[in-house]
């Protein structure tokens, strides 16, 4: 079963269209990187998916239960959003406390249920007022209230924004741990993404360009290639001249010192062949020669530079 789907989902703002007829479908159980740049329309459809906004046109289903605007199962999911908003003068777990009564949950069941996610997001042992959490704490304060009607499907608008590497760390292992539920978070922090998704969604200018599992789009996305990278700079810029006269498509990268090898019709095995026999003959010394796995940033830069629905734009080689 899929957690979320829509059909044509679309939001348009007088002359702006925020989100333009999005088809998503995300499996049920994963956990799902909703990636984009600022604007490209992430959190309008999370809020359109959790009923915060009305779509101008378009269908959602959540598990298997189509959601109207206003009539959304409220039960099937959880929500955080960007910047969290607590009562200053509550405590942690009496905010959850009132959280469980808005969602109906017995009192008995709500002790034993807050008492576990205060455990989870670590902050069991706090007892200080929200008014003196720092931004790491309210945004595991925020998961809390998410999980506390015990949600199939989570949905949390840019959960690790503005924390420091340790606050990222602490929510991302939060993230991990929630096996079993549907997670989709948005973010334009791809490192977050790559650290603890296996499903990826890719926005643009209000458009899907992609969706897929992690593995399936670096497959899509390997094209033959391999990475070479040298101890000196001299001995790459030689590589580069002979590989280049071989007929090797090559592009320098970042590094002055490593270089991206494409692969023609033979494949990486008579790329191998080639590149070794150049090394060898001009006695360069290789730190590193390896098929390459393309990153979600090679992955996510590559999608939003290209028109849906053509094909890859080729690499450019010097």
Same mark, same amino acid.
């Given at each position: ?18 989100? @333009? ?60 959003? @960007?910047?969290?908003n ?17 969602c109906?949950?017995p ?6 249920r807050i ?10 042992k ?68 790559e ?33 070479i ?11 580069? @001249?002979k590989?280049?006269?071989?007929g ?5 990268i ?42 979600l ?22």
């Amino acid at each position: 079963m899929n957690a979320v789907e829509t059909q044509g989902l679309t939001k348009q703002y007088k002359t702006t269209l925020a989100v @333009d007829s999005v088809d998503i479908c995300v499996p049920e159980g994963c956990c799902c990187g909703f990636l984009g740049k600022n604007g490209a329309g992430k959190t309008t459809t999370i809020k359109m998916l959790v009923g915060l906004i009305r779509p101008t046109h378009g269908n959602i289903s959540m598990m298997g239960q189509a959601q109207a605007f206003g009539q959304q199962s409220a039960s099937l999911f959880g929500y955080l959003p @960007d910047v969290p908003n607590y009562y200053d003068y509550m405590t942690g777990e009496e905010f959850l406390t009132l959280c469980a009564n808005v969602c109906k949950i017995p009192s008995g069941e709500a002790k034993k249920r807050i008492k576990s996610l205060l455990k989870l997001v670590g902050l069991d042992k706090t007892r200080t007022k929200t008014a003196g959490y720092s931004r790491g704490m309210k945004q595991r304060l925020g998961i809390a209230q998410a999980m506390i009607n015990n949600p199939k499907v989570i949905f949390m608008d840019e959960p690790m924004s503005a924390l420091d590497p340790m606050g990222r760390r602490d929510v991302a292992e939060i993230i991990s741990s929630l096996k079993g539920t549907t997670i989709i978070f948005s973010t334009h922090i791809l490192a977050d993404v790559e650290n603890v998704c296996n499903y990826i969604l890719i926005i643009e200018k209000g458009k899907i360009v992609a969706q897929d599992t992690m593995d399936n789009l670096r497959r899509r996305h390997s094209d033959n290639t391999a990475k070479i990278r040298f101890f000196q700079e001299n001995d790459a810029k030689m590589f580069f @001249d002979k590989a280049i006269a071989a007929g090797i498509k090559t592009d320098r990268i970042d590094s002055p010192v490593e270089l991206l090898l494409c692969a023609n019709d033979g494949g990486l095995e008579s790329l191998s062949r080639t590149a070794t026999g150049i090394i060898h003959q001009n006695g360069l010394a290789v730190e590193s020669f390896a098929a390459h796995t393309p990153s979600l940033e090679d992955i996510f830069y590559r999608e939003i530079s290209e028109p849906q629905g053509k094909p890859q734009k080729e690499a450019q080689y010097a």
